[in-house]
């Protein structure tokens, strides 16, 4: 790559690169040496690259059989904190998409910003997909696939490095990854996606994407003080609210912090009084792979029970319940 000079002009950041070489021109006519003549002149190059605003979204991750609010442990997280069921946990989702006709390689890396979570404490973060194509970039639905399957070990090597074959089990706060390598038209980069073509740099590019999910606790206390302050968490829901700080670092050692776009998370615990019955055909946004769900027209025309009969019988879900002057009855495991 050129070893370009990072220069601010007119509120706009770029790399700069200039170079002169010298360039001559001899002519020699063999008949008439009056015509024979010698030019030399210096030709300029001047580069300019820059790295277009990287795209990234904290939001509450939802794709989870669980919607990303879980009022227990799950032990396919990791080992359980001390006095965990006096906690309960949510799920959120760094989204990272790198622009597209960018000129200028760059890294990236994000923070913690502890004194805008709300209360909350991180005890899980990875990037997914938990497994060898974990640093890769892809289309942004699939990335919005990638955390249906859960987050199982999310809470591993947290303070420790994994194993050098488990890389994708490493904590990434803090870390820098590529954003676009310094030789972009090597095959086979880390990011699995040289930056050069169709599916990437050029303006209609769908392969630059990528997902982080963070699991954090919030004391139940959380919900009894919102509850006592009046605010009614059944209908309206316990608003919780987070931030991160993302940087780039462009290969001419330029950094800039990319406004965050945030979107607050809203849980609803479970009503202990009536309240009202919901039933999603396929639950979709959810988990889009449940078979033999028992439809919903049915139910209303038939007045029978309502069975829940799930695809994936390793996974648990919560249903939503809360029936008025009536009952609801889950038979089974």
């Known amino acids: 790559m050129l070893k370009v000079k990072h220069k601010s002009e007119a509120g706009e950041e770029k790399g700069v690169y200039d170079y002169k070489f010298p360039v001559s021109m001899e002519v020699k006519n063999k008949k008439d040496s009056s015509l024979n003549s010698t030019a030399k002149q210096d030709m300029s190059v001047h580069v300019e690259t820059k790295v277009n605003p990287t ?18 442990w799950d032990p396919s997280w990791g080992k359980a904190p001390e006095n965990a069921d006096k906690y309960f946990y949510t799920v959120w989702y760094v989204n990272v998409e790198r622009a597209t006709r960018s000129s200028q390689p760059f890294k990236y890396e994000f923070q913690r910003v502890r004194d805008a979570e709300d209360g909350g404490e991180l005890v899980g973060a990875k990037k997914l997909p938990m497994d060898t194509r974990w640093n890769g970039y892809y289309h942004p639905d699939s990335i919005a696939a990638f955390p249906r399957g859960g987050y199982s070990k999310i809470t591993e090597y947290m303070t420790e490095e994994p194993p050098a074959d488990k890389k994708y089990l490493e904590n990434p706060i803090g870390r820098t990854y590529v954003g676009i390598s310094e030789d972009p038209s090597v095959p086979k980069l880390p990011t699995q996606e040289p930056y050069i073509g169709w599916d990437n740099y050029h303006p209609n590019g769908h392969l630059n994407s990528q997902v982080y999910a963070l699991v954090y606790k919030y004391p139940y206390k959380k919900l009894e003080d919102a509850k006592a302050a009046g605010r009614d968490i059944y209908k309206d829901g316990l608003e919780i609210s987070n931030k991160i700080k993302f940087t780039e670092i462009w290969a001419d050692k330029f950094r800039r912090d990319i406004d965050v776009k945030v979107e607050n998370r809203f849980v609803f615990p479970r009503p ?47 249903p939503d319940y809360g029936l008025q002057g009536g009952q609801c009855k889950c038979e089974g495991q």
């Open 55 to 72: 795209k990234v979204t904290l939001k509450p991750g939802k794709a989870d059989v669980n919607g990303g609010v879980y009022f227990n």
């Open 272 to 318: 202990r009084d009536g309240g009202g019955f919901s039933y999603n055909k396929y639950n979709i946004g959810i988990r889009q792979n449940y078979v033999n769900i028992f439809g919903l027209q049915s139910i209303y025309q038939e007045g029978k029970d309502a069975p829940l009969r799930a695809g994936t019988y390793k996974e648990s879900f919560y």
